[in-house]
T-cell receptor, first 112, second 116 residues
Framework: AQSVTQLGSHVSVSEGALVLLRCNYS??????LFWYVQYPNQGLQLLLKYTTGATLVKGINGFEAEFKKSETSFHLTKPSAHMSDAAEYFC??????????FGTGTRLTIIP | DAMVIQNPRYQVTQFGKPVTLSCSQTLNHNVMYWYQQKSSQAPKLLFHYYDKDFNNEADTPDNFQSRRPNTSFCFLDIRSPGLGDAAMYLC???????????????FGPGTRLTVL
C-alpha cells in the first residue's frame, strides 16, 4: 500500500522567510516522488520530482526538495518566500501502477 | 504551448442534465487521466486510459463515464449531474504510466463545473 502524508494543511510564512512544506510517504516499492503547485482555478504544475540518483532535487521558482529514505520524507523548501508563492502544494507518489497517490495538500500563505 | 487542453474552462449545467467535458493533448502520450477535485481537497482519480484500455476506480460512481476516441482526445460524461458533482475536473497525461524515471504526469488547466 502507498500513502502520502503532508503535515500542516495551512502554512504561513513572512515574505523573505524560509518556506518548509513537509511530506512523508509510505511505499512498498522504490517511489518516484513529486511536488505540484496549484494556483486558484488552475491545474497542477510540476515543481520538481525525484526518481533516482541525487537526493537533492532542484525545481522551478527556486524550490528544492530532499529525498531521505531513512526518514521516508521528501520535504519542499525555498530559502526566501515571495508573494507569488502563495498557492496550494501537493506532494505525490508514483509506485508503479500508472497512478499518483496525492497528499491532502498544504495551503501556503505569504505574509507581507 | 499548451500541452493538455481542457474545454470549456467553466461549465454550468442543470441538475440532472447530461454534460460532457473535453480534454485534448499534443504530447502523444499513451495514458490519459480524469480527476475530480473538490474545494480544498486533493485530486481524486476517477479513471484512466492506457491507450484504449479503460481503468475505472472502484469508487467512481456509475454516473461518470469516459470515452477516448483517439490518442489525442478524452471525454468525461456525467450522465445526471447532482449538486455533489460540482467540482473542478482535471485531465492529465503521462507517456507510459510513470513507469520510468523520465515520465511525468502533466495536468490541464481544469474545468470548473457548476450544477444549478
Amino acid at each position: 500500500a502507498q500513502s502520502v502524508t503532508q503535515l500542516g494543511s495551512h502554512v504561513s510564512v513572512s515574505e523573505g522567510a524560509l518556506v518548509l512544506l513537509r511530506c512523508n510517504y509510505s511505499s512498498s516499492v522504490p517511489p518516484y516522488l513529486f511536488w505540484y503547485v496549484q494556483y486558484p482555478n488552475q491545474g497542477l504544475q510540476l515543481l520538481l520530482k525525484y526518481t533516482t540518483g541525487a537526493t537533492l532535487v532542484k525545481g522551478i521558482n527556486g524550490f528544492e526538495a530532499e529525498f531521505k529514505k531513512s526518514e521516508t520524507s521528501f520535504h519542499l523548501t525555498k530559502p526566501s518566500a515571495h508573494m507569488s508563492d502563495a498557492a496550494e502544494y501537493f506532494c505525490a507518489l508514483a509506485g508503479g501502477n500508472e497512478k499518483l497517490t496525492f497528499g491532502t495538500g498544504t495551503r501556503l500563505t505569504i505574509i507581507p | 504551448d499548451a500541452m493538455v487542453i481542457q474545454n470549456p474552462r467553466y461549465q454550468v449545467t442543470q441538475f440532472g442534465k447530461p454534460v460532457t467535458l473535453s480534454c485534448s493533448q499534443t504530447l502523444n502520450h499513451n495514458v490519459m487521466y480524469w480527476y475530480q477535485q473538490k474545494s480544498s481537497q486533493a485530486p481524486k482519480l476517477l479513471f484512466h486510459y492506457y491507450d484504449k484500455d479503460f481503468n475505472n476506480e472502484a469508487d467512481t460512481p456509475d454516473n461518470f463515464q469516459s470515452r477516448r476516441p483517439n490518442t489525442s482526445f478524452c471525454f468525461l460524461d456525467i450522465r445526471s449531474p447532482g449538486l455533489g458533482d460540482a467540482a473542478m475536473y482535471l485531465c492529465a497525461t503521462s507517456r507510459d504510466g510513470l513507469s520510468d524515471p523520465t515520465d511525468t504526469q502533466y495536468f490541464g488547466p481544469g474545468t470548473r463545473l457548476t450544477v444549478l
